[in-house]
């Protein structure tokens, strides 16, 4: 595992995955390589209209309110 700064990709579903899904999506993360470039946390949202929504956050500029921003979004996910 690199120590290496990396942008936080946050990936939100609008569908529970099953295991098997969930398995498959990280193996083809890994086999393109993407995890090398990217942290990945995926929450679900069965509020949101699209199907699958990207935020990324990126290290340059990755301060104190980007921070709060992100664990506000986890948060309010795993609230509802």
Same mark, same amino acid.
């Given at each position: 595992?690199?120590? #290496?700064? @990396?942008?936080?990709? %946050? $990936?939100? %579903?609008? *569908?529970? %995955?099953?295991?098997?899904?969930?398995? &498959?999506?990280?193996?083809?993360? !890994? =086999?393109?390589?993407?995890?090398? +470039?990217?942290?990945?946390?995926?929450?679900? +949202? $069965?509020?949101?209209?699209?199907?699958? #929504?990207?935020?990324?956050?990126? &290290? @340059? +500029?990755?301060? #104190?309110? #980007?921070? !709060? !921003? %992100? *664990? *506000?979004?986890? *948060?309010? @996910?795993?609230? =509802?």
């Amino acid at each position: 595992m690199s120590n #290496k700064p @990396k942008p936080i990709v %946050l $990936a939100s %579903l609008n *569908k529970l %995955l099953s295991i098997a899904e969930i398995n &498959e999506i990280t193996a083809l993360i !890994e =086999r393109i390589g993407m995890n090398n +470039d990217y942290y990945f946390l995926t929450i679900f +949202d $069965a509020n949101q209209k699209e199907n699958i #929504k990207f935020q990324v956050f990126y &290290e @340059k +500029d990755f301060n #104190k309110v #980007k921070y !709060e !921003e %992100l *664990k *506000k979004i986890i *948060k309010d @996910k795993l609230k =509802r």
